[in-house]
């Protein structure tokens, strides 16, 4: 009889714990996820902290206070020299369409970005439709060298990394005969053997994006790949479609996996569009989405040729 008395005082001391314990989880559940959207907050920020330090010196138009308020995510992937890669979504409840925003694919090629870092805060203030995914500097060992370049850490164009077709054979002869050996533009040893390319081919194979919108400069065109019908213009820049090449993300993305890939070609590497340039460019751009751009359209692809170089 006093073991069982023991045995029923047990189990309702632990009902009765239980039951506190629920009930203090039900009470505090707003704190909870309070504290937790803080914690991701305050993760988010040091990462932009990390991010901007390094990398706010070298960028035209932008200081330290418009750095940290894009709030970038260490994506836990790793440029050749160990640098972080950075990514940002913006993304609303109702999106109806994925973007995935590029800058930085090529180091020298700093103001494309500080747009892609002007407009994730401009999107921020300016909610679309949209879910938003920013990778902002996928080049950070290329603007960290002194000077900055164009290439990656091993010396690989990562615009001619990707895996297109029969690239082992065109990439090769391209690179031979169209570029003369430039070594600003070697594609690298095999398709997608550097860790920045990979990352991005990743990222495109998770986001499953609907349009890819690839920031570059100096051109000042406005260049597009892939299915549906081309905006003619974004700001002032005018649509000039000039080709692709092996292992090009035109070529990959917008002829191969048939995603709408525009290149945004800015006039200059170093200095950014004005602000109501860059603004109006990217009005342009959402007004040219709604119009065009749908999740999972069948549309045929334009035309294709192949372009000497320079392009992006």
Known sequence: MHNLCMAQTKYL????NATILIATIALNTP??????RKFSNESATDASLVFCQSTVVRLPNVNMAQCRETQLVDSGAKSVNGTSLY????????AKLRVLVLGGIHGDEMSSTSVALHWINLIKQNPTEVHWRFIPLLNPDG???????RVNARGVDLNRNFPTPNWHKLAKIYWEQRTKKDPRRWPGPSPLSEPESKFLHTEMERFKPNLIVSIHAPFG????????????KLGRLYLDQVGIYPGSLGNYGGIH???????????NAQRTPLDAEMRQMWLDLTRWMSERIQPAEEIKSTPIKLSPEPKS
């Open 13 to 16: 001391y632990k009902a009765f």
């Open 31 to 36: 704190a909870i996820a309070q504290n937790y």
């Open 87 to 94: 990514t940002r979504d913006v993304k609303p409840d109702d």
């Open 143 to 149: 603007l960290q060298a002194k000077p900055s370049k």
């Open 221 to 232: 065109v406005l260049d597009f790949d892939g299915p549906s019908v081309p905006p003619g």
């Open 257 to 267: 996996k048939r995603i709408p890939v525009v290149t945004i070609e800015l006039p």
